[in-house]
């Protein structure tokens, strides 16, 4: 099942492996007639000592000829299996990381990160270990050992039916092997994954171990799992030493017997030709060398197996983005947003947002606050299309968001996280977000309604700044105000702003509220508020507590309600006297 | 080679499966010869016309006998080898653990899990790969070559020697510079490697981002472009590596070549047979593997050497507390005195503790408050003697910590940390970690001072609910009341808590405590924490501030003084209502301040 989805992946390359197997029947061919041509050299010319200069001139540049040939043959032949099976795990890789990309936040919730970097890159780098290794030794050796039947037939034909009993009789004995080692392996593999996870939770429960002291008691438990590991090392090293390569072994020793046997007993009806018992005697040893390397094969193959089953299961995965709704392609004119008896559950048992609703008018701010946990992210989060609602409405325009095209939300919507996540390359590239659209004026312009500008010419190759993992180089508040311009550079009609909490200086923070302030002109803006603040002149403010609207109406109305929001200001206004 | 030298100790403990193993090993080398030699001999039989029915049955008996030794031996010193290799990977990962038993939390704080583990998994394998492969390439390519040449030498022609081993340095010579190529080149290609994982891991940690500005496609292509680089990279590897094999045909082509040419020679001139020339062949074809054992020895060798310097380096760090000649074995018990002048980490520039010096009485309940970073969890971890006090001292019973045996002076411990961690064993066992013995009463009992039993009881599968299974999660504050019910149920001397109940809801914080006073009359209980509702009952409470008391007395004492701790108290209690939804009609005036005395 596996393989054969995995095989499909060779479909492209079909001509290039028919190429490739081409290329090794020649070289496969060449290199056995080595020995054909000493039998010929044994047989006419050495027995009965007679040395014509230019035949045998002929047969030894023969020889070496073809030797070379085939060496040349099978080294593009080996090349040309690595780039096959390279070419064929770049596409796996491409096609997970594809698959990955449209996956839906759902499943980023679910899945731990760690996890998925693995899949994407270590799992699949097992498979290039199946092709380049598994694959190319099992087809060169077969070729090989078919080349060699093919080899002792024209030889001896009689001699040759003994080929009939050897093949399914090692063919057996690697299945055998298989069936018996399967399940050692798999004792092994879990083993001493059990021994790892026991070590790196003793090493981050230490505090605990020492605190209790069972230091003795958990080292006696992983001197157990120890202990098992080392008998399934021991019986795994048992099942090899029976029945790979001593068993190959002695099935060669037996082979030879047999050959000998022939020639012995054939010696009295024909005169035995010497070069073709030292030929087939050479044949048999190359025919038992393959079998050898197949054998060392069958442990990664069984290890593949498991990576690439990890793999598919990814790319099988069907929590997909949700999707836009209708063939029509509404626009984002004005930017009024409406919410209508919006519910929402992440799980499907608890609601994290119960009977939402409420109105943004065009160019207005609408400041939702709320301890953490109360819904205000999850808000956004549907307003952005990341999760589909299961009950109301969400209108921009009069239209269903839903309806709306993912370019036409992405470029009209702004959205600032909390996370300034910066990306690896440019500051110009991490304003232009890919964007090809943007002029480099429309990025110095962006930069420069956020007054990020200053900060950047001072940078020693301004614009063109390299940009290191998450931006660390830059201070949080720089990384703020970065992650604001590339938001401007689109002009968004609608703002969605999740206040960063991140703690910056006072002169920072000050222009951090500035840029909001301008960010904010002549654009709807939602916004997630942590400090109060800052958002006494918004035209609405939603109060929320586990999940609902609890207290609604402005900075005023609220405070002289006497209610929650009064209660988060004065709460506030201690902590700020008191770090004042 | 030092490897083996830094080895030894393990060479000469496990001598007779070595000696075994490797005598073994030599005595298959040279039964190996036996086949090609009774080739030889029926091959001359044959054509001399001497072969009778006896000679070929006695030639190929004495082969079949060989095979079935051989078969025999090839197990035996494989178990002999091999066995004694994964014998010290076994010993080595004890060792790993024992060690890292006796370090301190410093230790883990400077030493990573995943390089720890690394220690513990992939050098570990390697040097039981020298262990064992290595002991086999080194026999196998020194020993067993050696013999076959001198076979050759000896019993066939040294002359035929000679030149058929002519071409065979050439090979030598060029495998170890294919290897060093190759390594600089997977070098450059693992590099590549780490790049696209760098990238995916972006890709995934900035996952909102990318959505909200549509960037998939643009990563996707970003993405293609660093994975065409990885195969690049890795093609100019495959590059070199395809070389390895045809090299070695080629070298071992022309080496029977010459085998021949000359051989024939030879046989014309009746310096040698044809059955001779032939078991010479067969000898060339044995060679290979001792050369190409050679190439593979150093590289064994090198991973193998620099693993076992990483793990002995790791071995040899010391722990930094140390127990005294004759220290106290009883375990520590009575009043606590805490005099520190000073404290400061190693490496540290500016002091942790300054000046903190209180008595807690046998009995008594010590509240510590405080912001993050102002010294509680410094103080628990001196008085646990994690590290030692560099200016001042602690005592318990009239005893400075470093007179009592470090068990003796953690018996008397009951420490729960803020970051409760749990083992992936059931409930019950994470309960009963500290004395697996414990009855299921006890441990219910313990769970149940912990308000967790009726949570325990929701899960499908009670206490026998095995922690961190796929699906099975536990909230932090359940986590946080596990691991407080395992200090319970060892009813220890002196319990800490240490900001132990952050995750717990308040009014399930009052439970648990008030369960606490009950259960712990006259024993001594420490307890840290950032709500001070959890502390308001102790006889003292000290309010830390970088590293020193700032203030200290009782919660009323402390309410009257108006300071820090009359202000914070007043702040909790309004986040409290806004927890609670502002509890709507709630109109009492935030400035009085209530309070219950016990």
């Given amino acids: 099942m596996i393989t054969r989805r995995l095989f499909r992946y060779l479909i492209p390359h079909r001509k290039a492996l028919i190429g490739v197997i081409l290329l090794l029947f020649i ?31 002929w047969l030894g540049g023969l020889y070496l000829g073809l030797h070379l ?33 449209y996956l839906g936040l759902s499943f980023f919730d679910r899945v731990a990160d760690g996890s998925l970097v693995s899949r994407i890159t270590n799992d699949t780098e097992a498979v290039k270990e199946l092709f380049v290794n598994v694959m190319s030794t099992f087809i060169k050796n077969t070729v090989l050992m078919i080349g060699v039947v093919v080899a002792m037939f024209l030889l001896d034909a009689k001699l040759a039916l003994i080929s009939f009993i050897l093949l399914p009789l090692i063919f057996g004995l690697m299945q055998w092997y298989r069936r018996l080692s399967f399940h050692v392996y798999q004792v092994i593999r879990e083993k001493l994954s059990e021994i790892n996870a026991r070590l790196s939770e003793s090493i981050q429960g230490m505090g605990v171990i020492q605190a209790w002291r069972q230091e003795q008691r958990v080292a006696r438990e992983f001197a157990e799992i120890n202990e098992q590991h080392y008998q ?113 559950s992440y799980d499907g048992k608890t609601n994290v947002l119960q009977d939402i609703t409420f109105v943004a008018e065009p ?107 998450r931006g660390a180089t830059f201070s949080s508040g720089q990384r703020q105000l970065l992650s604001f311009s590339r938001t401007m550079a689109l002009s968004p009609k609608i703002l969605i702003l999740d206040e960063a909490t991140a703690h910056v200086d006072t002169e920072t923070e000050e222009k951090i509220q500035k840029a909001l302030n301008r960010m904010r002109q002549g654009r709807t803006t939602i916004a997630i508020a942590h400090r109060l603040s800052t958002i006494q002149d918004a035209d609405l403010i939603l109060v929320l507590h586990q999940g609902m609207i609890v207290e609604r109406g402005t900075h005023q109305e609220l405070l002289a309600q006497q209610g929650l929001y009064h209660k988060m200001y004065l709460l506030q206004q201690g902590m700020e006297r008191a770090v004042g | 080679m030092s490897v083996f030298r830094d080895l030894w100790w393990y060479f000469r403990q496990e001598k007779r499966s070595y000696m075994l193993g490797v005598f073994f090993l030599l005595i298959v080398g040279m039964l190996e010869l036996i086949p090609p030699y009774v080739v030889r001999l029926v091959m001359d039989a044959i054509k001399q016309h001497t072969l009778t029915t006896e000679r070929l049955l006695l030639w190929l008996g004495m082969m079949a006998l060989t095979g079935i030794v051989l078969y025999f031996l090839r197990f035996v010193w494989r178990l002999f080898i091999f066995g004694a290799a994964y014998r010290l990977a076994k010993l080595l990962r004890r060792r790993l653990l024992d060690h890292w038993s006796r370090m301190s939390p410093q230790f883990f704080h400077q030493h ?86 760098d990238k995916v891991q972006e890709n995934i940690s900035g996952v909102r981002v990318i959505k909200s500005f549509g960037r998939e496609e643009r990563e996707r292509d970003s993405f293609a472009l660093l994975s065409q680089e990885v195969t690049q990279k890795n093609l100019a590897v ?217 949570d325990i009881l929701t899960l499908e599968k009670g206490y026998e609910t095995v922690v961190g299974e796929r699906g099975m999660t536990l909230s932090g504050g359940q986590k946080q009341r596990i691991s407080i019910a395992r200090a319970l149920l060892m009813d220890p001397e002196i319990l800490i808590l240490d900001d132990a109940l952050s995750a717990v809801d308040a009014r399930t914080e009052a439970a648990i405590l008030s369960q606490l006073r009950r259960m712990r009359q006259g024993r001594t209980t420490l307890i840290a924490a950032h709500r001070f509702s959890g502390i308001e009952h102790a006889e003292q409470i000290i309010v830390m501030d970088e590293g020193r008391i700032k203030e200290h007395g009782n919660h009323e004492q402390l309410l009257a003084s108006q300071g820090w701790y009359a202000w914070m108290y007043q702040q909790q209690r309004l986040e409290s209502l806004i927890e609670q939804g502002g509890a709507q009609g709630d109109h009492t005036p935030f400035i009085q301040v209530p309070h219950s005395t016990p």
């Fill in chain 1, 232 to 344: 399934a090392n021991i019986k795994n090293t048992k099942l090899n030493s029976l029945l790979l390569r001593p068993a190959v072994d002695i099935l060669h020793i037996a082979t030879g017997i047999v050959v000998l046997t022939y020639f012995g007993i054939g010696v009295e009806q024909s005169a035995v030709q010497i070069g073709v018992m030292y030929a087939f005697i050479n044949l048999l040893d190359r025919m038992f060398e393959p079998v050898n390397q197949m054998t060392m094969q069958l442990s990664f193959l069984q290890q593949a197996v498991v990576s690439v089953g990890r793999v598919f299961e990814l790319l099988d995965e069907n929590e997909l983005a949700p999707s836009k709704k209708g063939e029509d392609h509404p626009r984002i004119n004005s930017g009024r947003i409406a919410f209508e008896n919006v519910t929402f």
């Fill in chain 1, 27 to 57: 070289a496969t061919a060449a290199e056995l007639t080595g020995p054909l041509l000493i039998k010929v050299f044994i047989d006419d010319y050495l027995i009965p000592e007679s040395f014509p200069r230019s035949p045998l001139m």
């Fill in chain 2, 112 to 197: 990573r899990t995943g390089d720890l583990m690394a220690h513990a998994t992939n050098d570990v394998q390697a040097v039981q790969g020298t262990a064992g492969e290595g002991v086999l390439t080194l026999v196998d390519s020194m020993v067993f070559g050696g013999i076959v040449v001198t076979l050759m030498v000896t019993a066939i022609s040294w002359k035929l020697t000679l030149i058929a081993l002519l071409p065979m340095p050439v090979m030598a010579i060029a495998v170890a510079y294919y290897g060093k190529w190759m390594h600089e080149r997977f070098r450059i290609a693992q590099a590549a490697f780490s790049d696209i994982n």
């Fill in chain 2, 238 to 454: 495959a590059k070199i590596q395809s070389l390895f094999g045809p090299t070695i045909s080629l070298i071992a082509g022309i080496a029977f070549f010459l085998a021949i040419v000359f051989g024939s020679r030879f046989v014309i001139r009746g310096e040698m047979t044809i059955g001779e020339l032939t078991q010479f062949t067969m000898y060339l074809g044995l060679l290979i593997w001792p050369m190409l054992a050679f190439g593979f020895l150093f590289n064994i060798l090198q991973r193998g050497r620099a693993s076992y310097d990483r793990i002995r380096t790791l071995l040899a760090i010391e722990e930094d507390v140390k127990e005294g000649e004759d220290a106290i074995a009883t375990p520590a018990s009575g009043d606590i005195q805490i005099h520190i002048d000073s404290f400061t980490y190693n490496g540290a520039h500016t002091p942790a503790l300054q000046g903190v010096t209180l008595t807690v009485k046998k009995g008594e309940t010590l509240g510590i408050v405080g912001r993050t970073g102002s010294g509680k969890s410094t103080l628990f971890k001196l008085l646990m003697r994690e590290a030692d006090i560099t200016d001042g001292a602690i005592c318990i019973g009239g005893f400075s910590l470093n007179d009592y045996q470090l068990s003796a002076l953690r018996e008397a411990f009951g420490y729960v940390p803020q970051d409760s961690f749990l083992f992936s064993t059931t409930i019950r066992n994470n309960i009963a970690f500290a004395n697996p013995k414990a009855s299921q009463a006890d441990v219910e009992a313990a769970a149940r001072m912990a308000c967790i039993h009726e």
């Fill in chain 1, 363 to 469: 160019g207005q701010t609408v400041a939702l606050v709320g301890h953490t946990g109360s819904g205000k992210s999850s808000i956004i989060n549907l307003l952005m299309h990341f999760y589909s609602i299961q009950q109301g409405r969400i209108t921009i325009d009069g239209h269903s968001h839903e309806t709306f095209d993912k370019e036409e939300l992405r470029t009209k919507m702004g959205l600032v996280l909390q996370d300034p996540f910066l990306f690896v390359g440019t500051i110009r590239e991490n304003i232009r977000q890919g964007n090809d659209a943007l002029s480099d004026e429309d990025i110095q312009q962006a930069a420069e309604l956020v007054q990020v500008d200053s900060f950047i010419s001072q940078l020693p190759k301004g614009m063109d700044e390299p940009v290191v993992e």
């Fill in chain 1, 69 to 101: 040939v085939s060496v040349v043959f099978q080294y593009l032949q080996q090349f040309a299996f690595h780039r096959i099976a390279l070419a064929v795990v770049q596409q796996l890789r491409l096609d997970v990381f594809e698959k990955v990309q």
